[in-house]
Structures are given as structure tokens and as C-alpha cells.
């Protein structure tokens, strides 16, 4: 049953939930000890819109004073492999990481991350990973987007154990900083000689001026990814971009012994027809898209915090580090990511693979249709819709 109370802590929301099938502590009255918490980062207020992006992670947290998370109690990749009939290895070429701000303890968290579930290490001698400052200069640090990246980093390659991993460091979080890492972004694909992915878990509210700035995820070699947005039933931009693939957020569903039930749409998935960007020629002729807008999301991934993944992060935040558990769009947008990179078949660029997501959208062994939850005041329906897009992945083919 879920709780009302709504508190403040240290400029962050905390809406106290009850959790089921997580491992996190009980109570004496069966109730979990545990809440989800909004970051600062993934706030957005009036003066953000058009200027700075915002995070979408929310976190599953232990409420009781002095707890640190010291082992996985979310998902993890092997469980959501199962979900989603991935293979566990492969991979390939570069999936680019997009956030703002430095991450310093990235490299170490990802191979904490990768030695806990038996992931290929991924570090900067054995060429896998690398992090990149996009202004030249190292940026100041920011715990809240430290999160985002332990996050986008982990799950890019939870899905993708192969791939090289590319974490390119925004100067800030203002949008002009942040196409800027998007730029260099795509020259660390491209100069790799190869094809790749770029992921941003980032996004704001639309603004009128927003198409200005799709030429920033028009590049031949390169597919674009963004997070929908973690605010049922509204679009955040770049995921509303015609040349961006726009991931959405689902409920994984598991019995009392952890057995997979099904997959419904998160309350919390962004989606719905853009403000001001047209509908594009991939989405003609599909039922449930807006006639004349370009409709989100595309496709969707595990992103409730109820049913989210494990994270390790040892940078410090609000009290919070180690194993934590995140939820949020943006869990979606860099797992989906990886995803489309272990499908291997490297579209040259975002509308030529979203052209192929909608052409297979009703095989059902591509995909996975989505008929139940709600979004704001969306509702799942068989078919495309404004919570999951076209629905949830199986499988590597199709993509």
C-alpha cells in the first residue's frame, strides 16, 4: 500500500513506498524499510526549462539511519537477461555516455560493478573504458549526476559486456554544454573507426526553439538514445527528436519466489505527443501515434524504482553510496542502448534504426507488447502507445 507523506531532504523529494521482493529489510508489520528518493539533479524548475537538462534516476533507499548499502538487492543483469532473452555476452564498437559534471570514482565503480556479476573488467588499460572531458577541462563534481553516470556506465555495459564504454564529461548541465559533449560524444565513435550508440539519460521540458538542436543527433555511424522522462504522460526533450530513439520506462512483475510474471507500463514513463516537433515518416501508418506530432516513446525498458536495478556507486551522496537501487527513464535509455548495440547491426543512423523498430513492431519475438498500466493519462494498449511506444524488447533480432 502506498504512503502519502511527502517530506524534504536535503532539497530532494522522499515519497515513502511499500517495496515488495527486493531483499530490503522488513519491519515487524511486513512493511519494507524503504522509500524512493528524487535527487536534486532530477528536479527541474521553471527557469531549467530550455536552458539545463535534469537527471532521470530516482533511487530505492533503505530509510533507517546509517544504512549503506553493502550488496545488490535490485535487479541485475543476469535477472533482467532472463526477461528480455539476452545472451549474456557480446557487443561490440562504442557505446558513448553523455552527463554533465565529473564522476570521479567511475572506473572503480564500474569494475566493482562488473567483478559482482561476473561482467568482463572494463577499464582504461584494457582499452574498454575511457572518460572524456568534452571542454578539455575536468568539471567540477556533482554527486547527483555522479549517480546518473554510475548508472548510465554500468547498465551500457550490464548489456553490452563487449562494447568499449566512452563517458563523455559535460562542462555543466546547460543544454549548450551538454550538445557540446554530444558532439564530442560522436567524434569518440567515429574516430574509433566504427558504429556506435550514444545514451542520454537527460532531458527538460519541450521548448519552442527545441529542433534547432536535432542536428546534434544527425550523424551518420551514430544512434542517439534519451531517457522519455520520468513524469507520466509529459515528453522531456532530446527524447521527443525525430533523430532520437526515445526509451520509456515498464514494471517488471515477479512472483513471492522471484519468478517472472509479466511486464506492465510505469506510472512514471514520459511520453505523448510533442509541442513542436512533426510526426516523422518512421511512425506513418502506425496506429496509436499522433496524427501530425512525433509521438514518445519508441520502445521501453525496466525503469520503476519498485522493480529497479543494482548500482554501485561509492561516491557519496546525501548519505547515500555503495549498492543502491535505481529507477527511472534513465536506467532505460543506456540499458536500450546496449541492447540495440548487441543486436550488431549498427543502423547508420537513429532514423534508419527507428525506421526497423516500427517496421518489426508487431513480431512478438522482437518485441513485447505492453497492454496494461498507465501514464499520466495515457493507458497501455495493444500496440503502440504514449506509455511504452511499441512496447518492451525480446531478443536481439528486430533491432
Not at 37 to 66: V, W, Y
Not at 283 to 300: E, L
Request: glycine share 12%.
Amino acid at each position: 500500500m502506498r504512503t502519502k507523506a511527502v517530506v524534504c531532504v536535503v532539497a530532494s523529494l522522499v515519497f515513502t513506498l511499500t517495496v515488495p521482493n527486493l531483499g530490503l529489510s522488513q519491519s515487524e508489520n511486513g512493511q519494507s524499510h524503504a522509500a524512493v528518493l528524487i535527487p536534486a539533479t532530477s528536479m527541474e524548475f521553471p527557469e531549467d526549462i530550455g536552458l539545463r537538462a535534469h537527471t532521470n534516476h530516482l533511487i530505492l533507499f533503505d530509510t533507517r539511519p546509517g544504512f549503506v548499502g553493502t550488496s545488490p538487492s535490485g535487479e541485475t543483469p543476469a535477472s533482467l537477461r532472463g526477461v528480455y532473452n539476452l545472451p549474456s555476452s557480446g557487443g561490440s564498437g562504442v557505446i558513448a555516455i553523455v552527463d554533465a559534471f565529473d564522476y570521479p570514482t567511475a572506473e572503480n565503480d564500474l569494475n566493482v560493478f562488473s567483478t559482482q556479476f561476473g561482467l568482463p573488467p572494463c577499464t582504461t588499460a584494457n582499452g574498454c573504458f575511457t572518460k572524456v572531458y568534452a571542454s578539455g577541462t575536468k568539471p567540477r563534481k556533482n554527486c547527483g549526476w555522479a549517480q546518473e553516470a554510475a548508472l548510465d556506465i554500468e547498465w551500457a555495459h550490464a548489456m553490452a559486456p563487449n562494447a568499449k564504454i566512452v563517458l563523455v564529461e559535460a562542462a555543466s548541465n546547460s543544454f549548450a554544454n551538454l550538445f557540446a559533449a554530444v558532439d564530442v560524444a560522436t567524434q569518440q565513435i567515429l574516430t574509433n573507426g566504427t558504429r556506435g550508440e550514444v545514451s542520454m539519460s537527460w532531458g527538460g521540458s519541450e521548448f519552442s526553439s527545441e529542433a534547432s538542436n536535432d542536428s546534434h543527433f544527425q550523424n551518420n555511424g551514430v544512434v542517439y538514445f534519451a531517457a522519455s522522462g520520468d513524469t507520466g504522460g509529459a515528453n522531456i526533450y532530446p527524447s521527443v527528436s525525430p533523430s532520437v530513439v526515445s526509451a520509456g520506462g515498464t514494471s517488471v512483475n515477479r512472483d513471492s519466489n522471484g519468478n517472472f510474471v509479466s511486464e506492465t507500463g510505469w506510472s512514471g514513463s514520459g511520453g505523448g505527443p510533442s509541442k513542436y516537433e512533426p510526426k516523422p515518416a518512421y511512425q506513418s501508418g502506425v496506429s496509436g501515434t499522433s496524427a501530425t506530432q512525433r509521438s514518445a516513446p519508441d520502445f521501453s525498458f525496466d525503469a520503476d524504482p519498485n522493480t529497479g536495478v543494482s548500482v554501485y556507486d561509492s561516491t557519496s551522496c546525501q548519505g547515500l553510496s555503495g549498492w543502491l537501487v535505481f529507477g527511472g527513464t534513465s536506467v532505460a535509455s543506456p540499458s536500450l542502448a546496449g541492447i540495440v548495440n548487441l543486436a550488431g547491426s549498427f543502423s547508420v543512423s537513429s532514423t534508419t534504426e527507428l525506421t526497423t523498430i516500427y517496421a518489426n513492431r508487431t513480431n512478438t519475438s522482437d518485441f513485447r507488447d505492453i497492454v496494461s498500466g498507465s501514464a499520466g493519462s495515457f493507458s497501455c494498449a495493444a500496440g503502440y502507445d504514449f506509455v511504452t511506444g511499441v512496447g518492451s524488447d525480446q531478443g536481439t533480432s528486430g533491432k
